[in-house]
C-alpha cells in the first residue's frame, strides 16, 4: 500500500473546502431563486406591491453572500496553486487564506462583481423589475 504524501493531502484539504464554497454558491442561487419567487406569488395573489420591494432585499442579501463565498473560493484556490508549488518538507498543512486577501481577484468586491454573479443577479433583478411592472 502506497502512502500519500503529506502535498497531496495538504491538497485534498484544500480542495474539499473549494468544493463546499462551490456548492455552497449553488445552494445561495437556488434559495435566492425560491424567496424570491415565493414573494412575488403573493404580491401576485394579494396584489400588494410591498412583496415585490421586500424581495429586494434577499436579492441583496443573496448577492453579498455569494460574493463572499466566490471570495472565499478564489482564495483558497490561490492557496492550491501556492501548495502544488511547495516541496514536501515545507507542507504545513496550514489552510489560513489571509496571505491571498489582497489578491486581485481574491477581493470580497471584486468576487461580488464577476462577471458570473453580475449577471445572475444584475439579471435577476430586471427579471424581478419586469415582473414588478406586470403584476401592476
Partial sequence: MMETSNKHK????????????????FLLKGWSITLIAALFALAAKDTNKAYILI???????????DGYFLCQERRFRALYEHVRQLKENDIDFSMDTRAFRSAPRATWL????????????AGLALIMLALAQFIR
Fill in 55 to 65: 424581495a429586494f432585499f434577499p436579492l441583496f442579501i443573496f448577492w453579498t453572500l
Fill in 10 to 25: 495538504h491538497l485534498e484539504f484544500i480542495q474539499a473546502s473549494i468544493n463546499r464554497m462551490s456548492g455552497n454558491l
Fill in 110 to 121: 471584486s468576487a461580488t462583481m464577476s462577471r458570473t454573479l453580475l449577471v445572475y443577479y
